[in-house]
C-alpha cells in the first residue's frame, strides 16, 4: 500500500528560528494536505496543496506540492512558542478516493522560548 | 459553520465488551471517515462512508464496522474489544469530492 516517509521524526528549535519539514512517498498523489495536532485534540488542517508545483502560504507557513507529485514539504518562520505541536503530511487521491488519506508518522515540534 | 463532532471524548471499556462511537459532520459535508491513532501505528484510515454508502475500507478486521444515516451522521462500532484497540478514533468529513477533510476532536478510548 502507500506509505508516507516524513523527516524529520522531532525538531528542537529556539524560537524566531525556521522550521523545514518534508514528506515523500513511493507513489503519486493528487492531494497534499498539511495538519497539526495539539495533545488531545483532533488534527487541524493548516495547508492545502492541489497542483503539482503548488506553493501556498498560511501566514508564517508556506508548503509547496513537488513536481513529481511524490512530495511535499512545509516550512514554518520566524517559530513562536504557539507552534509546538505535531505536524502531519497527508496524501490523498481523488474522486471516489478522496475520503482516504493517508498520513505520515509526523513532526514533534519543540520550541524554545 | 460547526465544526465535526465527536461523542463521547472519552470511553473506558473491558475486553470482550463492544462499543459504538458517533460523529456528526460539518453541515453539507456527506463524506465521513474514520481513523484510528495509536503511538505505535500512527494514524490509521479506517473506513470511509458517503452518502449512506461505504465507499473505502482500510486494513482492519471485521469487529470494525460503521454505518451512516440520512443526515449524514456515522456511527463506528467495535466489537469484542481487545487491549490493542486502545486508541484515538477521529472521525473527519467532507463534501466527498473534493480532497480537503476536516477532523473532530476525536474519542480516546481505553480498553482494560
Known amino acids: 500500500g502507500q506509505q508516507l516517509n516524513q523527516s524529520p521524526q522531532s525538531m528542537f528549535i529556539q524560537e524566531g528560528e525556521d522550521v523545514s519539514m518534508n514528506c515523500t512517498s513511493s507513489s503519486i498523489f493528487n492531494t497534499w494536505l498539511w495538519y497539526k495536532q495539539d495533545p488531545g485534540e483532533g488534527p487541524v488542517l493548516l495547508i492545502a496543496l492541489y497542483k503539482a508545483g503548488e506553493l501556498t502560504s498560511n501566514g508564517r507557513l508556506t508548503a509547496q506540492f513537488g513536481i513529481t507529485r511524490k512530495d511535499s514539504f512545509l516550512n514554518i518562520s520566524a517559530s513562536i512558542p504557539s507552534d509546538v505541536g505535531i505536524y502531519f503530511c497527508?496524501?490523498?487521491?481523488?474522486?471516489?478516493?478522496?475520503?482516504?488519506?493517508?498520513f505520515g508518522d509526523g513532526t514533534t515540534l519543540t520550541v524554545k522560548p | 459553520k460547526a465544526g465535526v463532532t465527536q461523542t463521547p471524548r472519552y470511553l473506558i471499556k473491558t475486553r470482550g465488551q463492544q462499543v459504538t462511537l458517533s460523529c456528526s459532520p460539518i453541515?453539507?459535508?456527506?463524506?465521513v471517515s474514520w481513523y484510528q491513532q495509536t503511538p505505535g501505528q500512527g494514524l490509521q484510515f479506517l473506513f470511509e462512508?458517503?452518502?449512506?454508502?461505504?465507499?473505502n475500507k482500510g486494513n482492519f478486521p471485521g469487529r470494525f464496522s460503521g454505518r451512516q444515516f440520512s443526515n449524514s451522521r456515522s456511527e463506528m462500532n467495535v466489537s469484542t474489544l481487545e487491549l490493542g484497540d486502545s486508541a484515538l478514533y477521529l472521525c473527519?468529513?467532507?463534501?466527498?469530492?473534493?480532497?480537503?477533510?476536516?477532523f473532530g476532536p476525536g474519542t480516546r478510548l481505553l480498553v482494560l
Open positions: 473527519a468529513s467532507s463534501t466527498g469530492w473534493q480532497e480537503t477533510q476536516y
Open positions: 453541515s453539507g459535508h456527506r463524506s
Open positions: 497527508a496524501g490523498q487521491l481523488k474522486g471516489t478516493n478522496a475520503g482516504k488519506s493517508t
Open positions: 462512508y458517503f452518502s449512506e454508502t461505504q465507499r
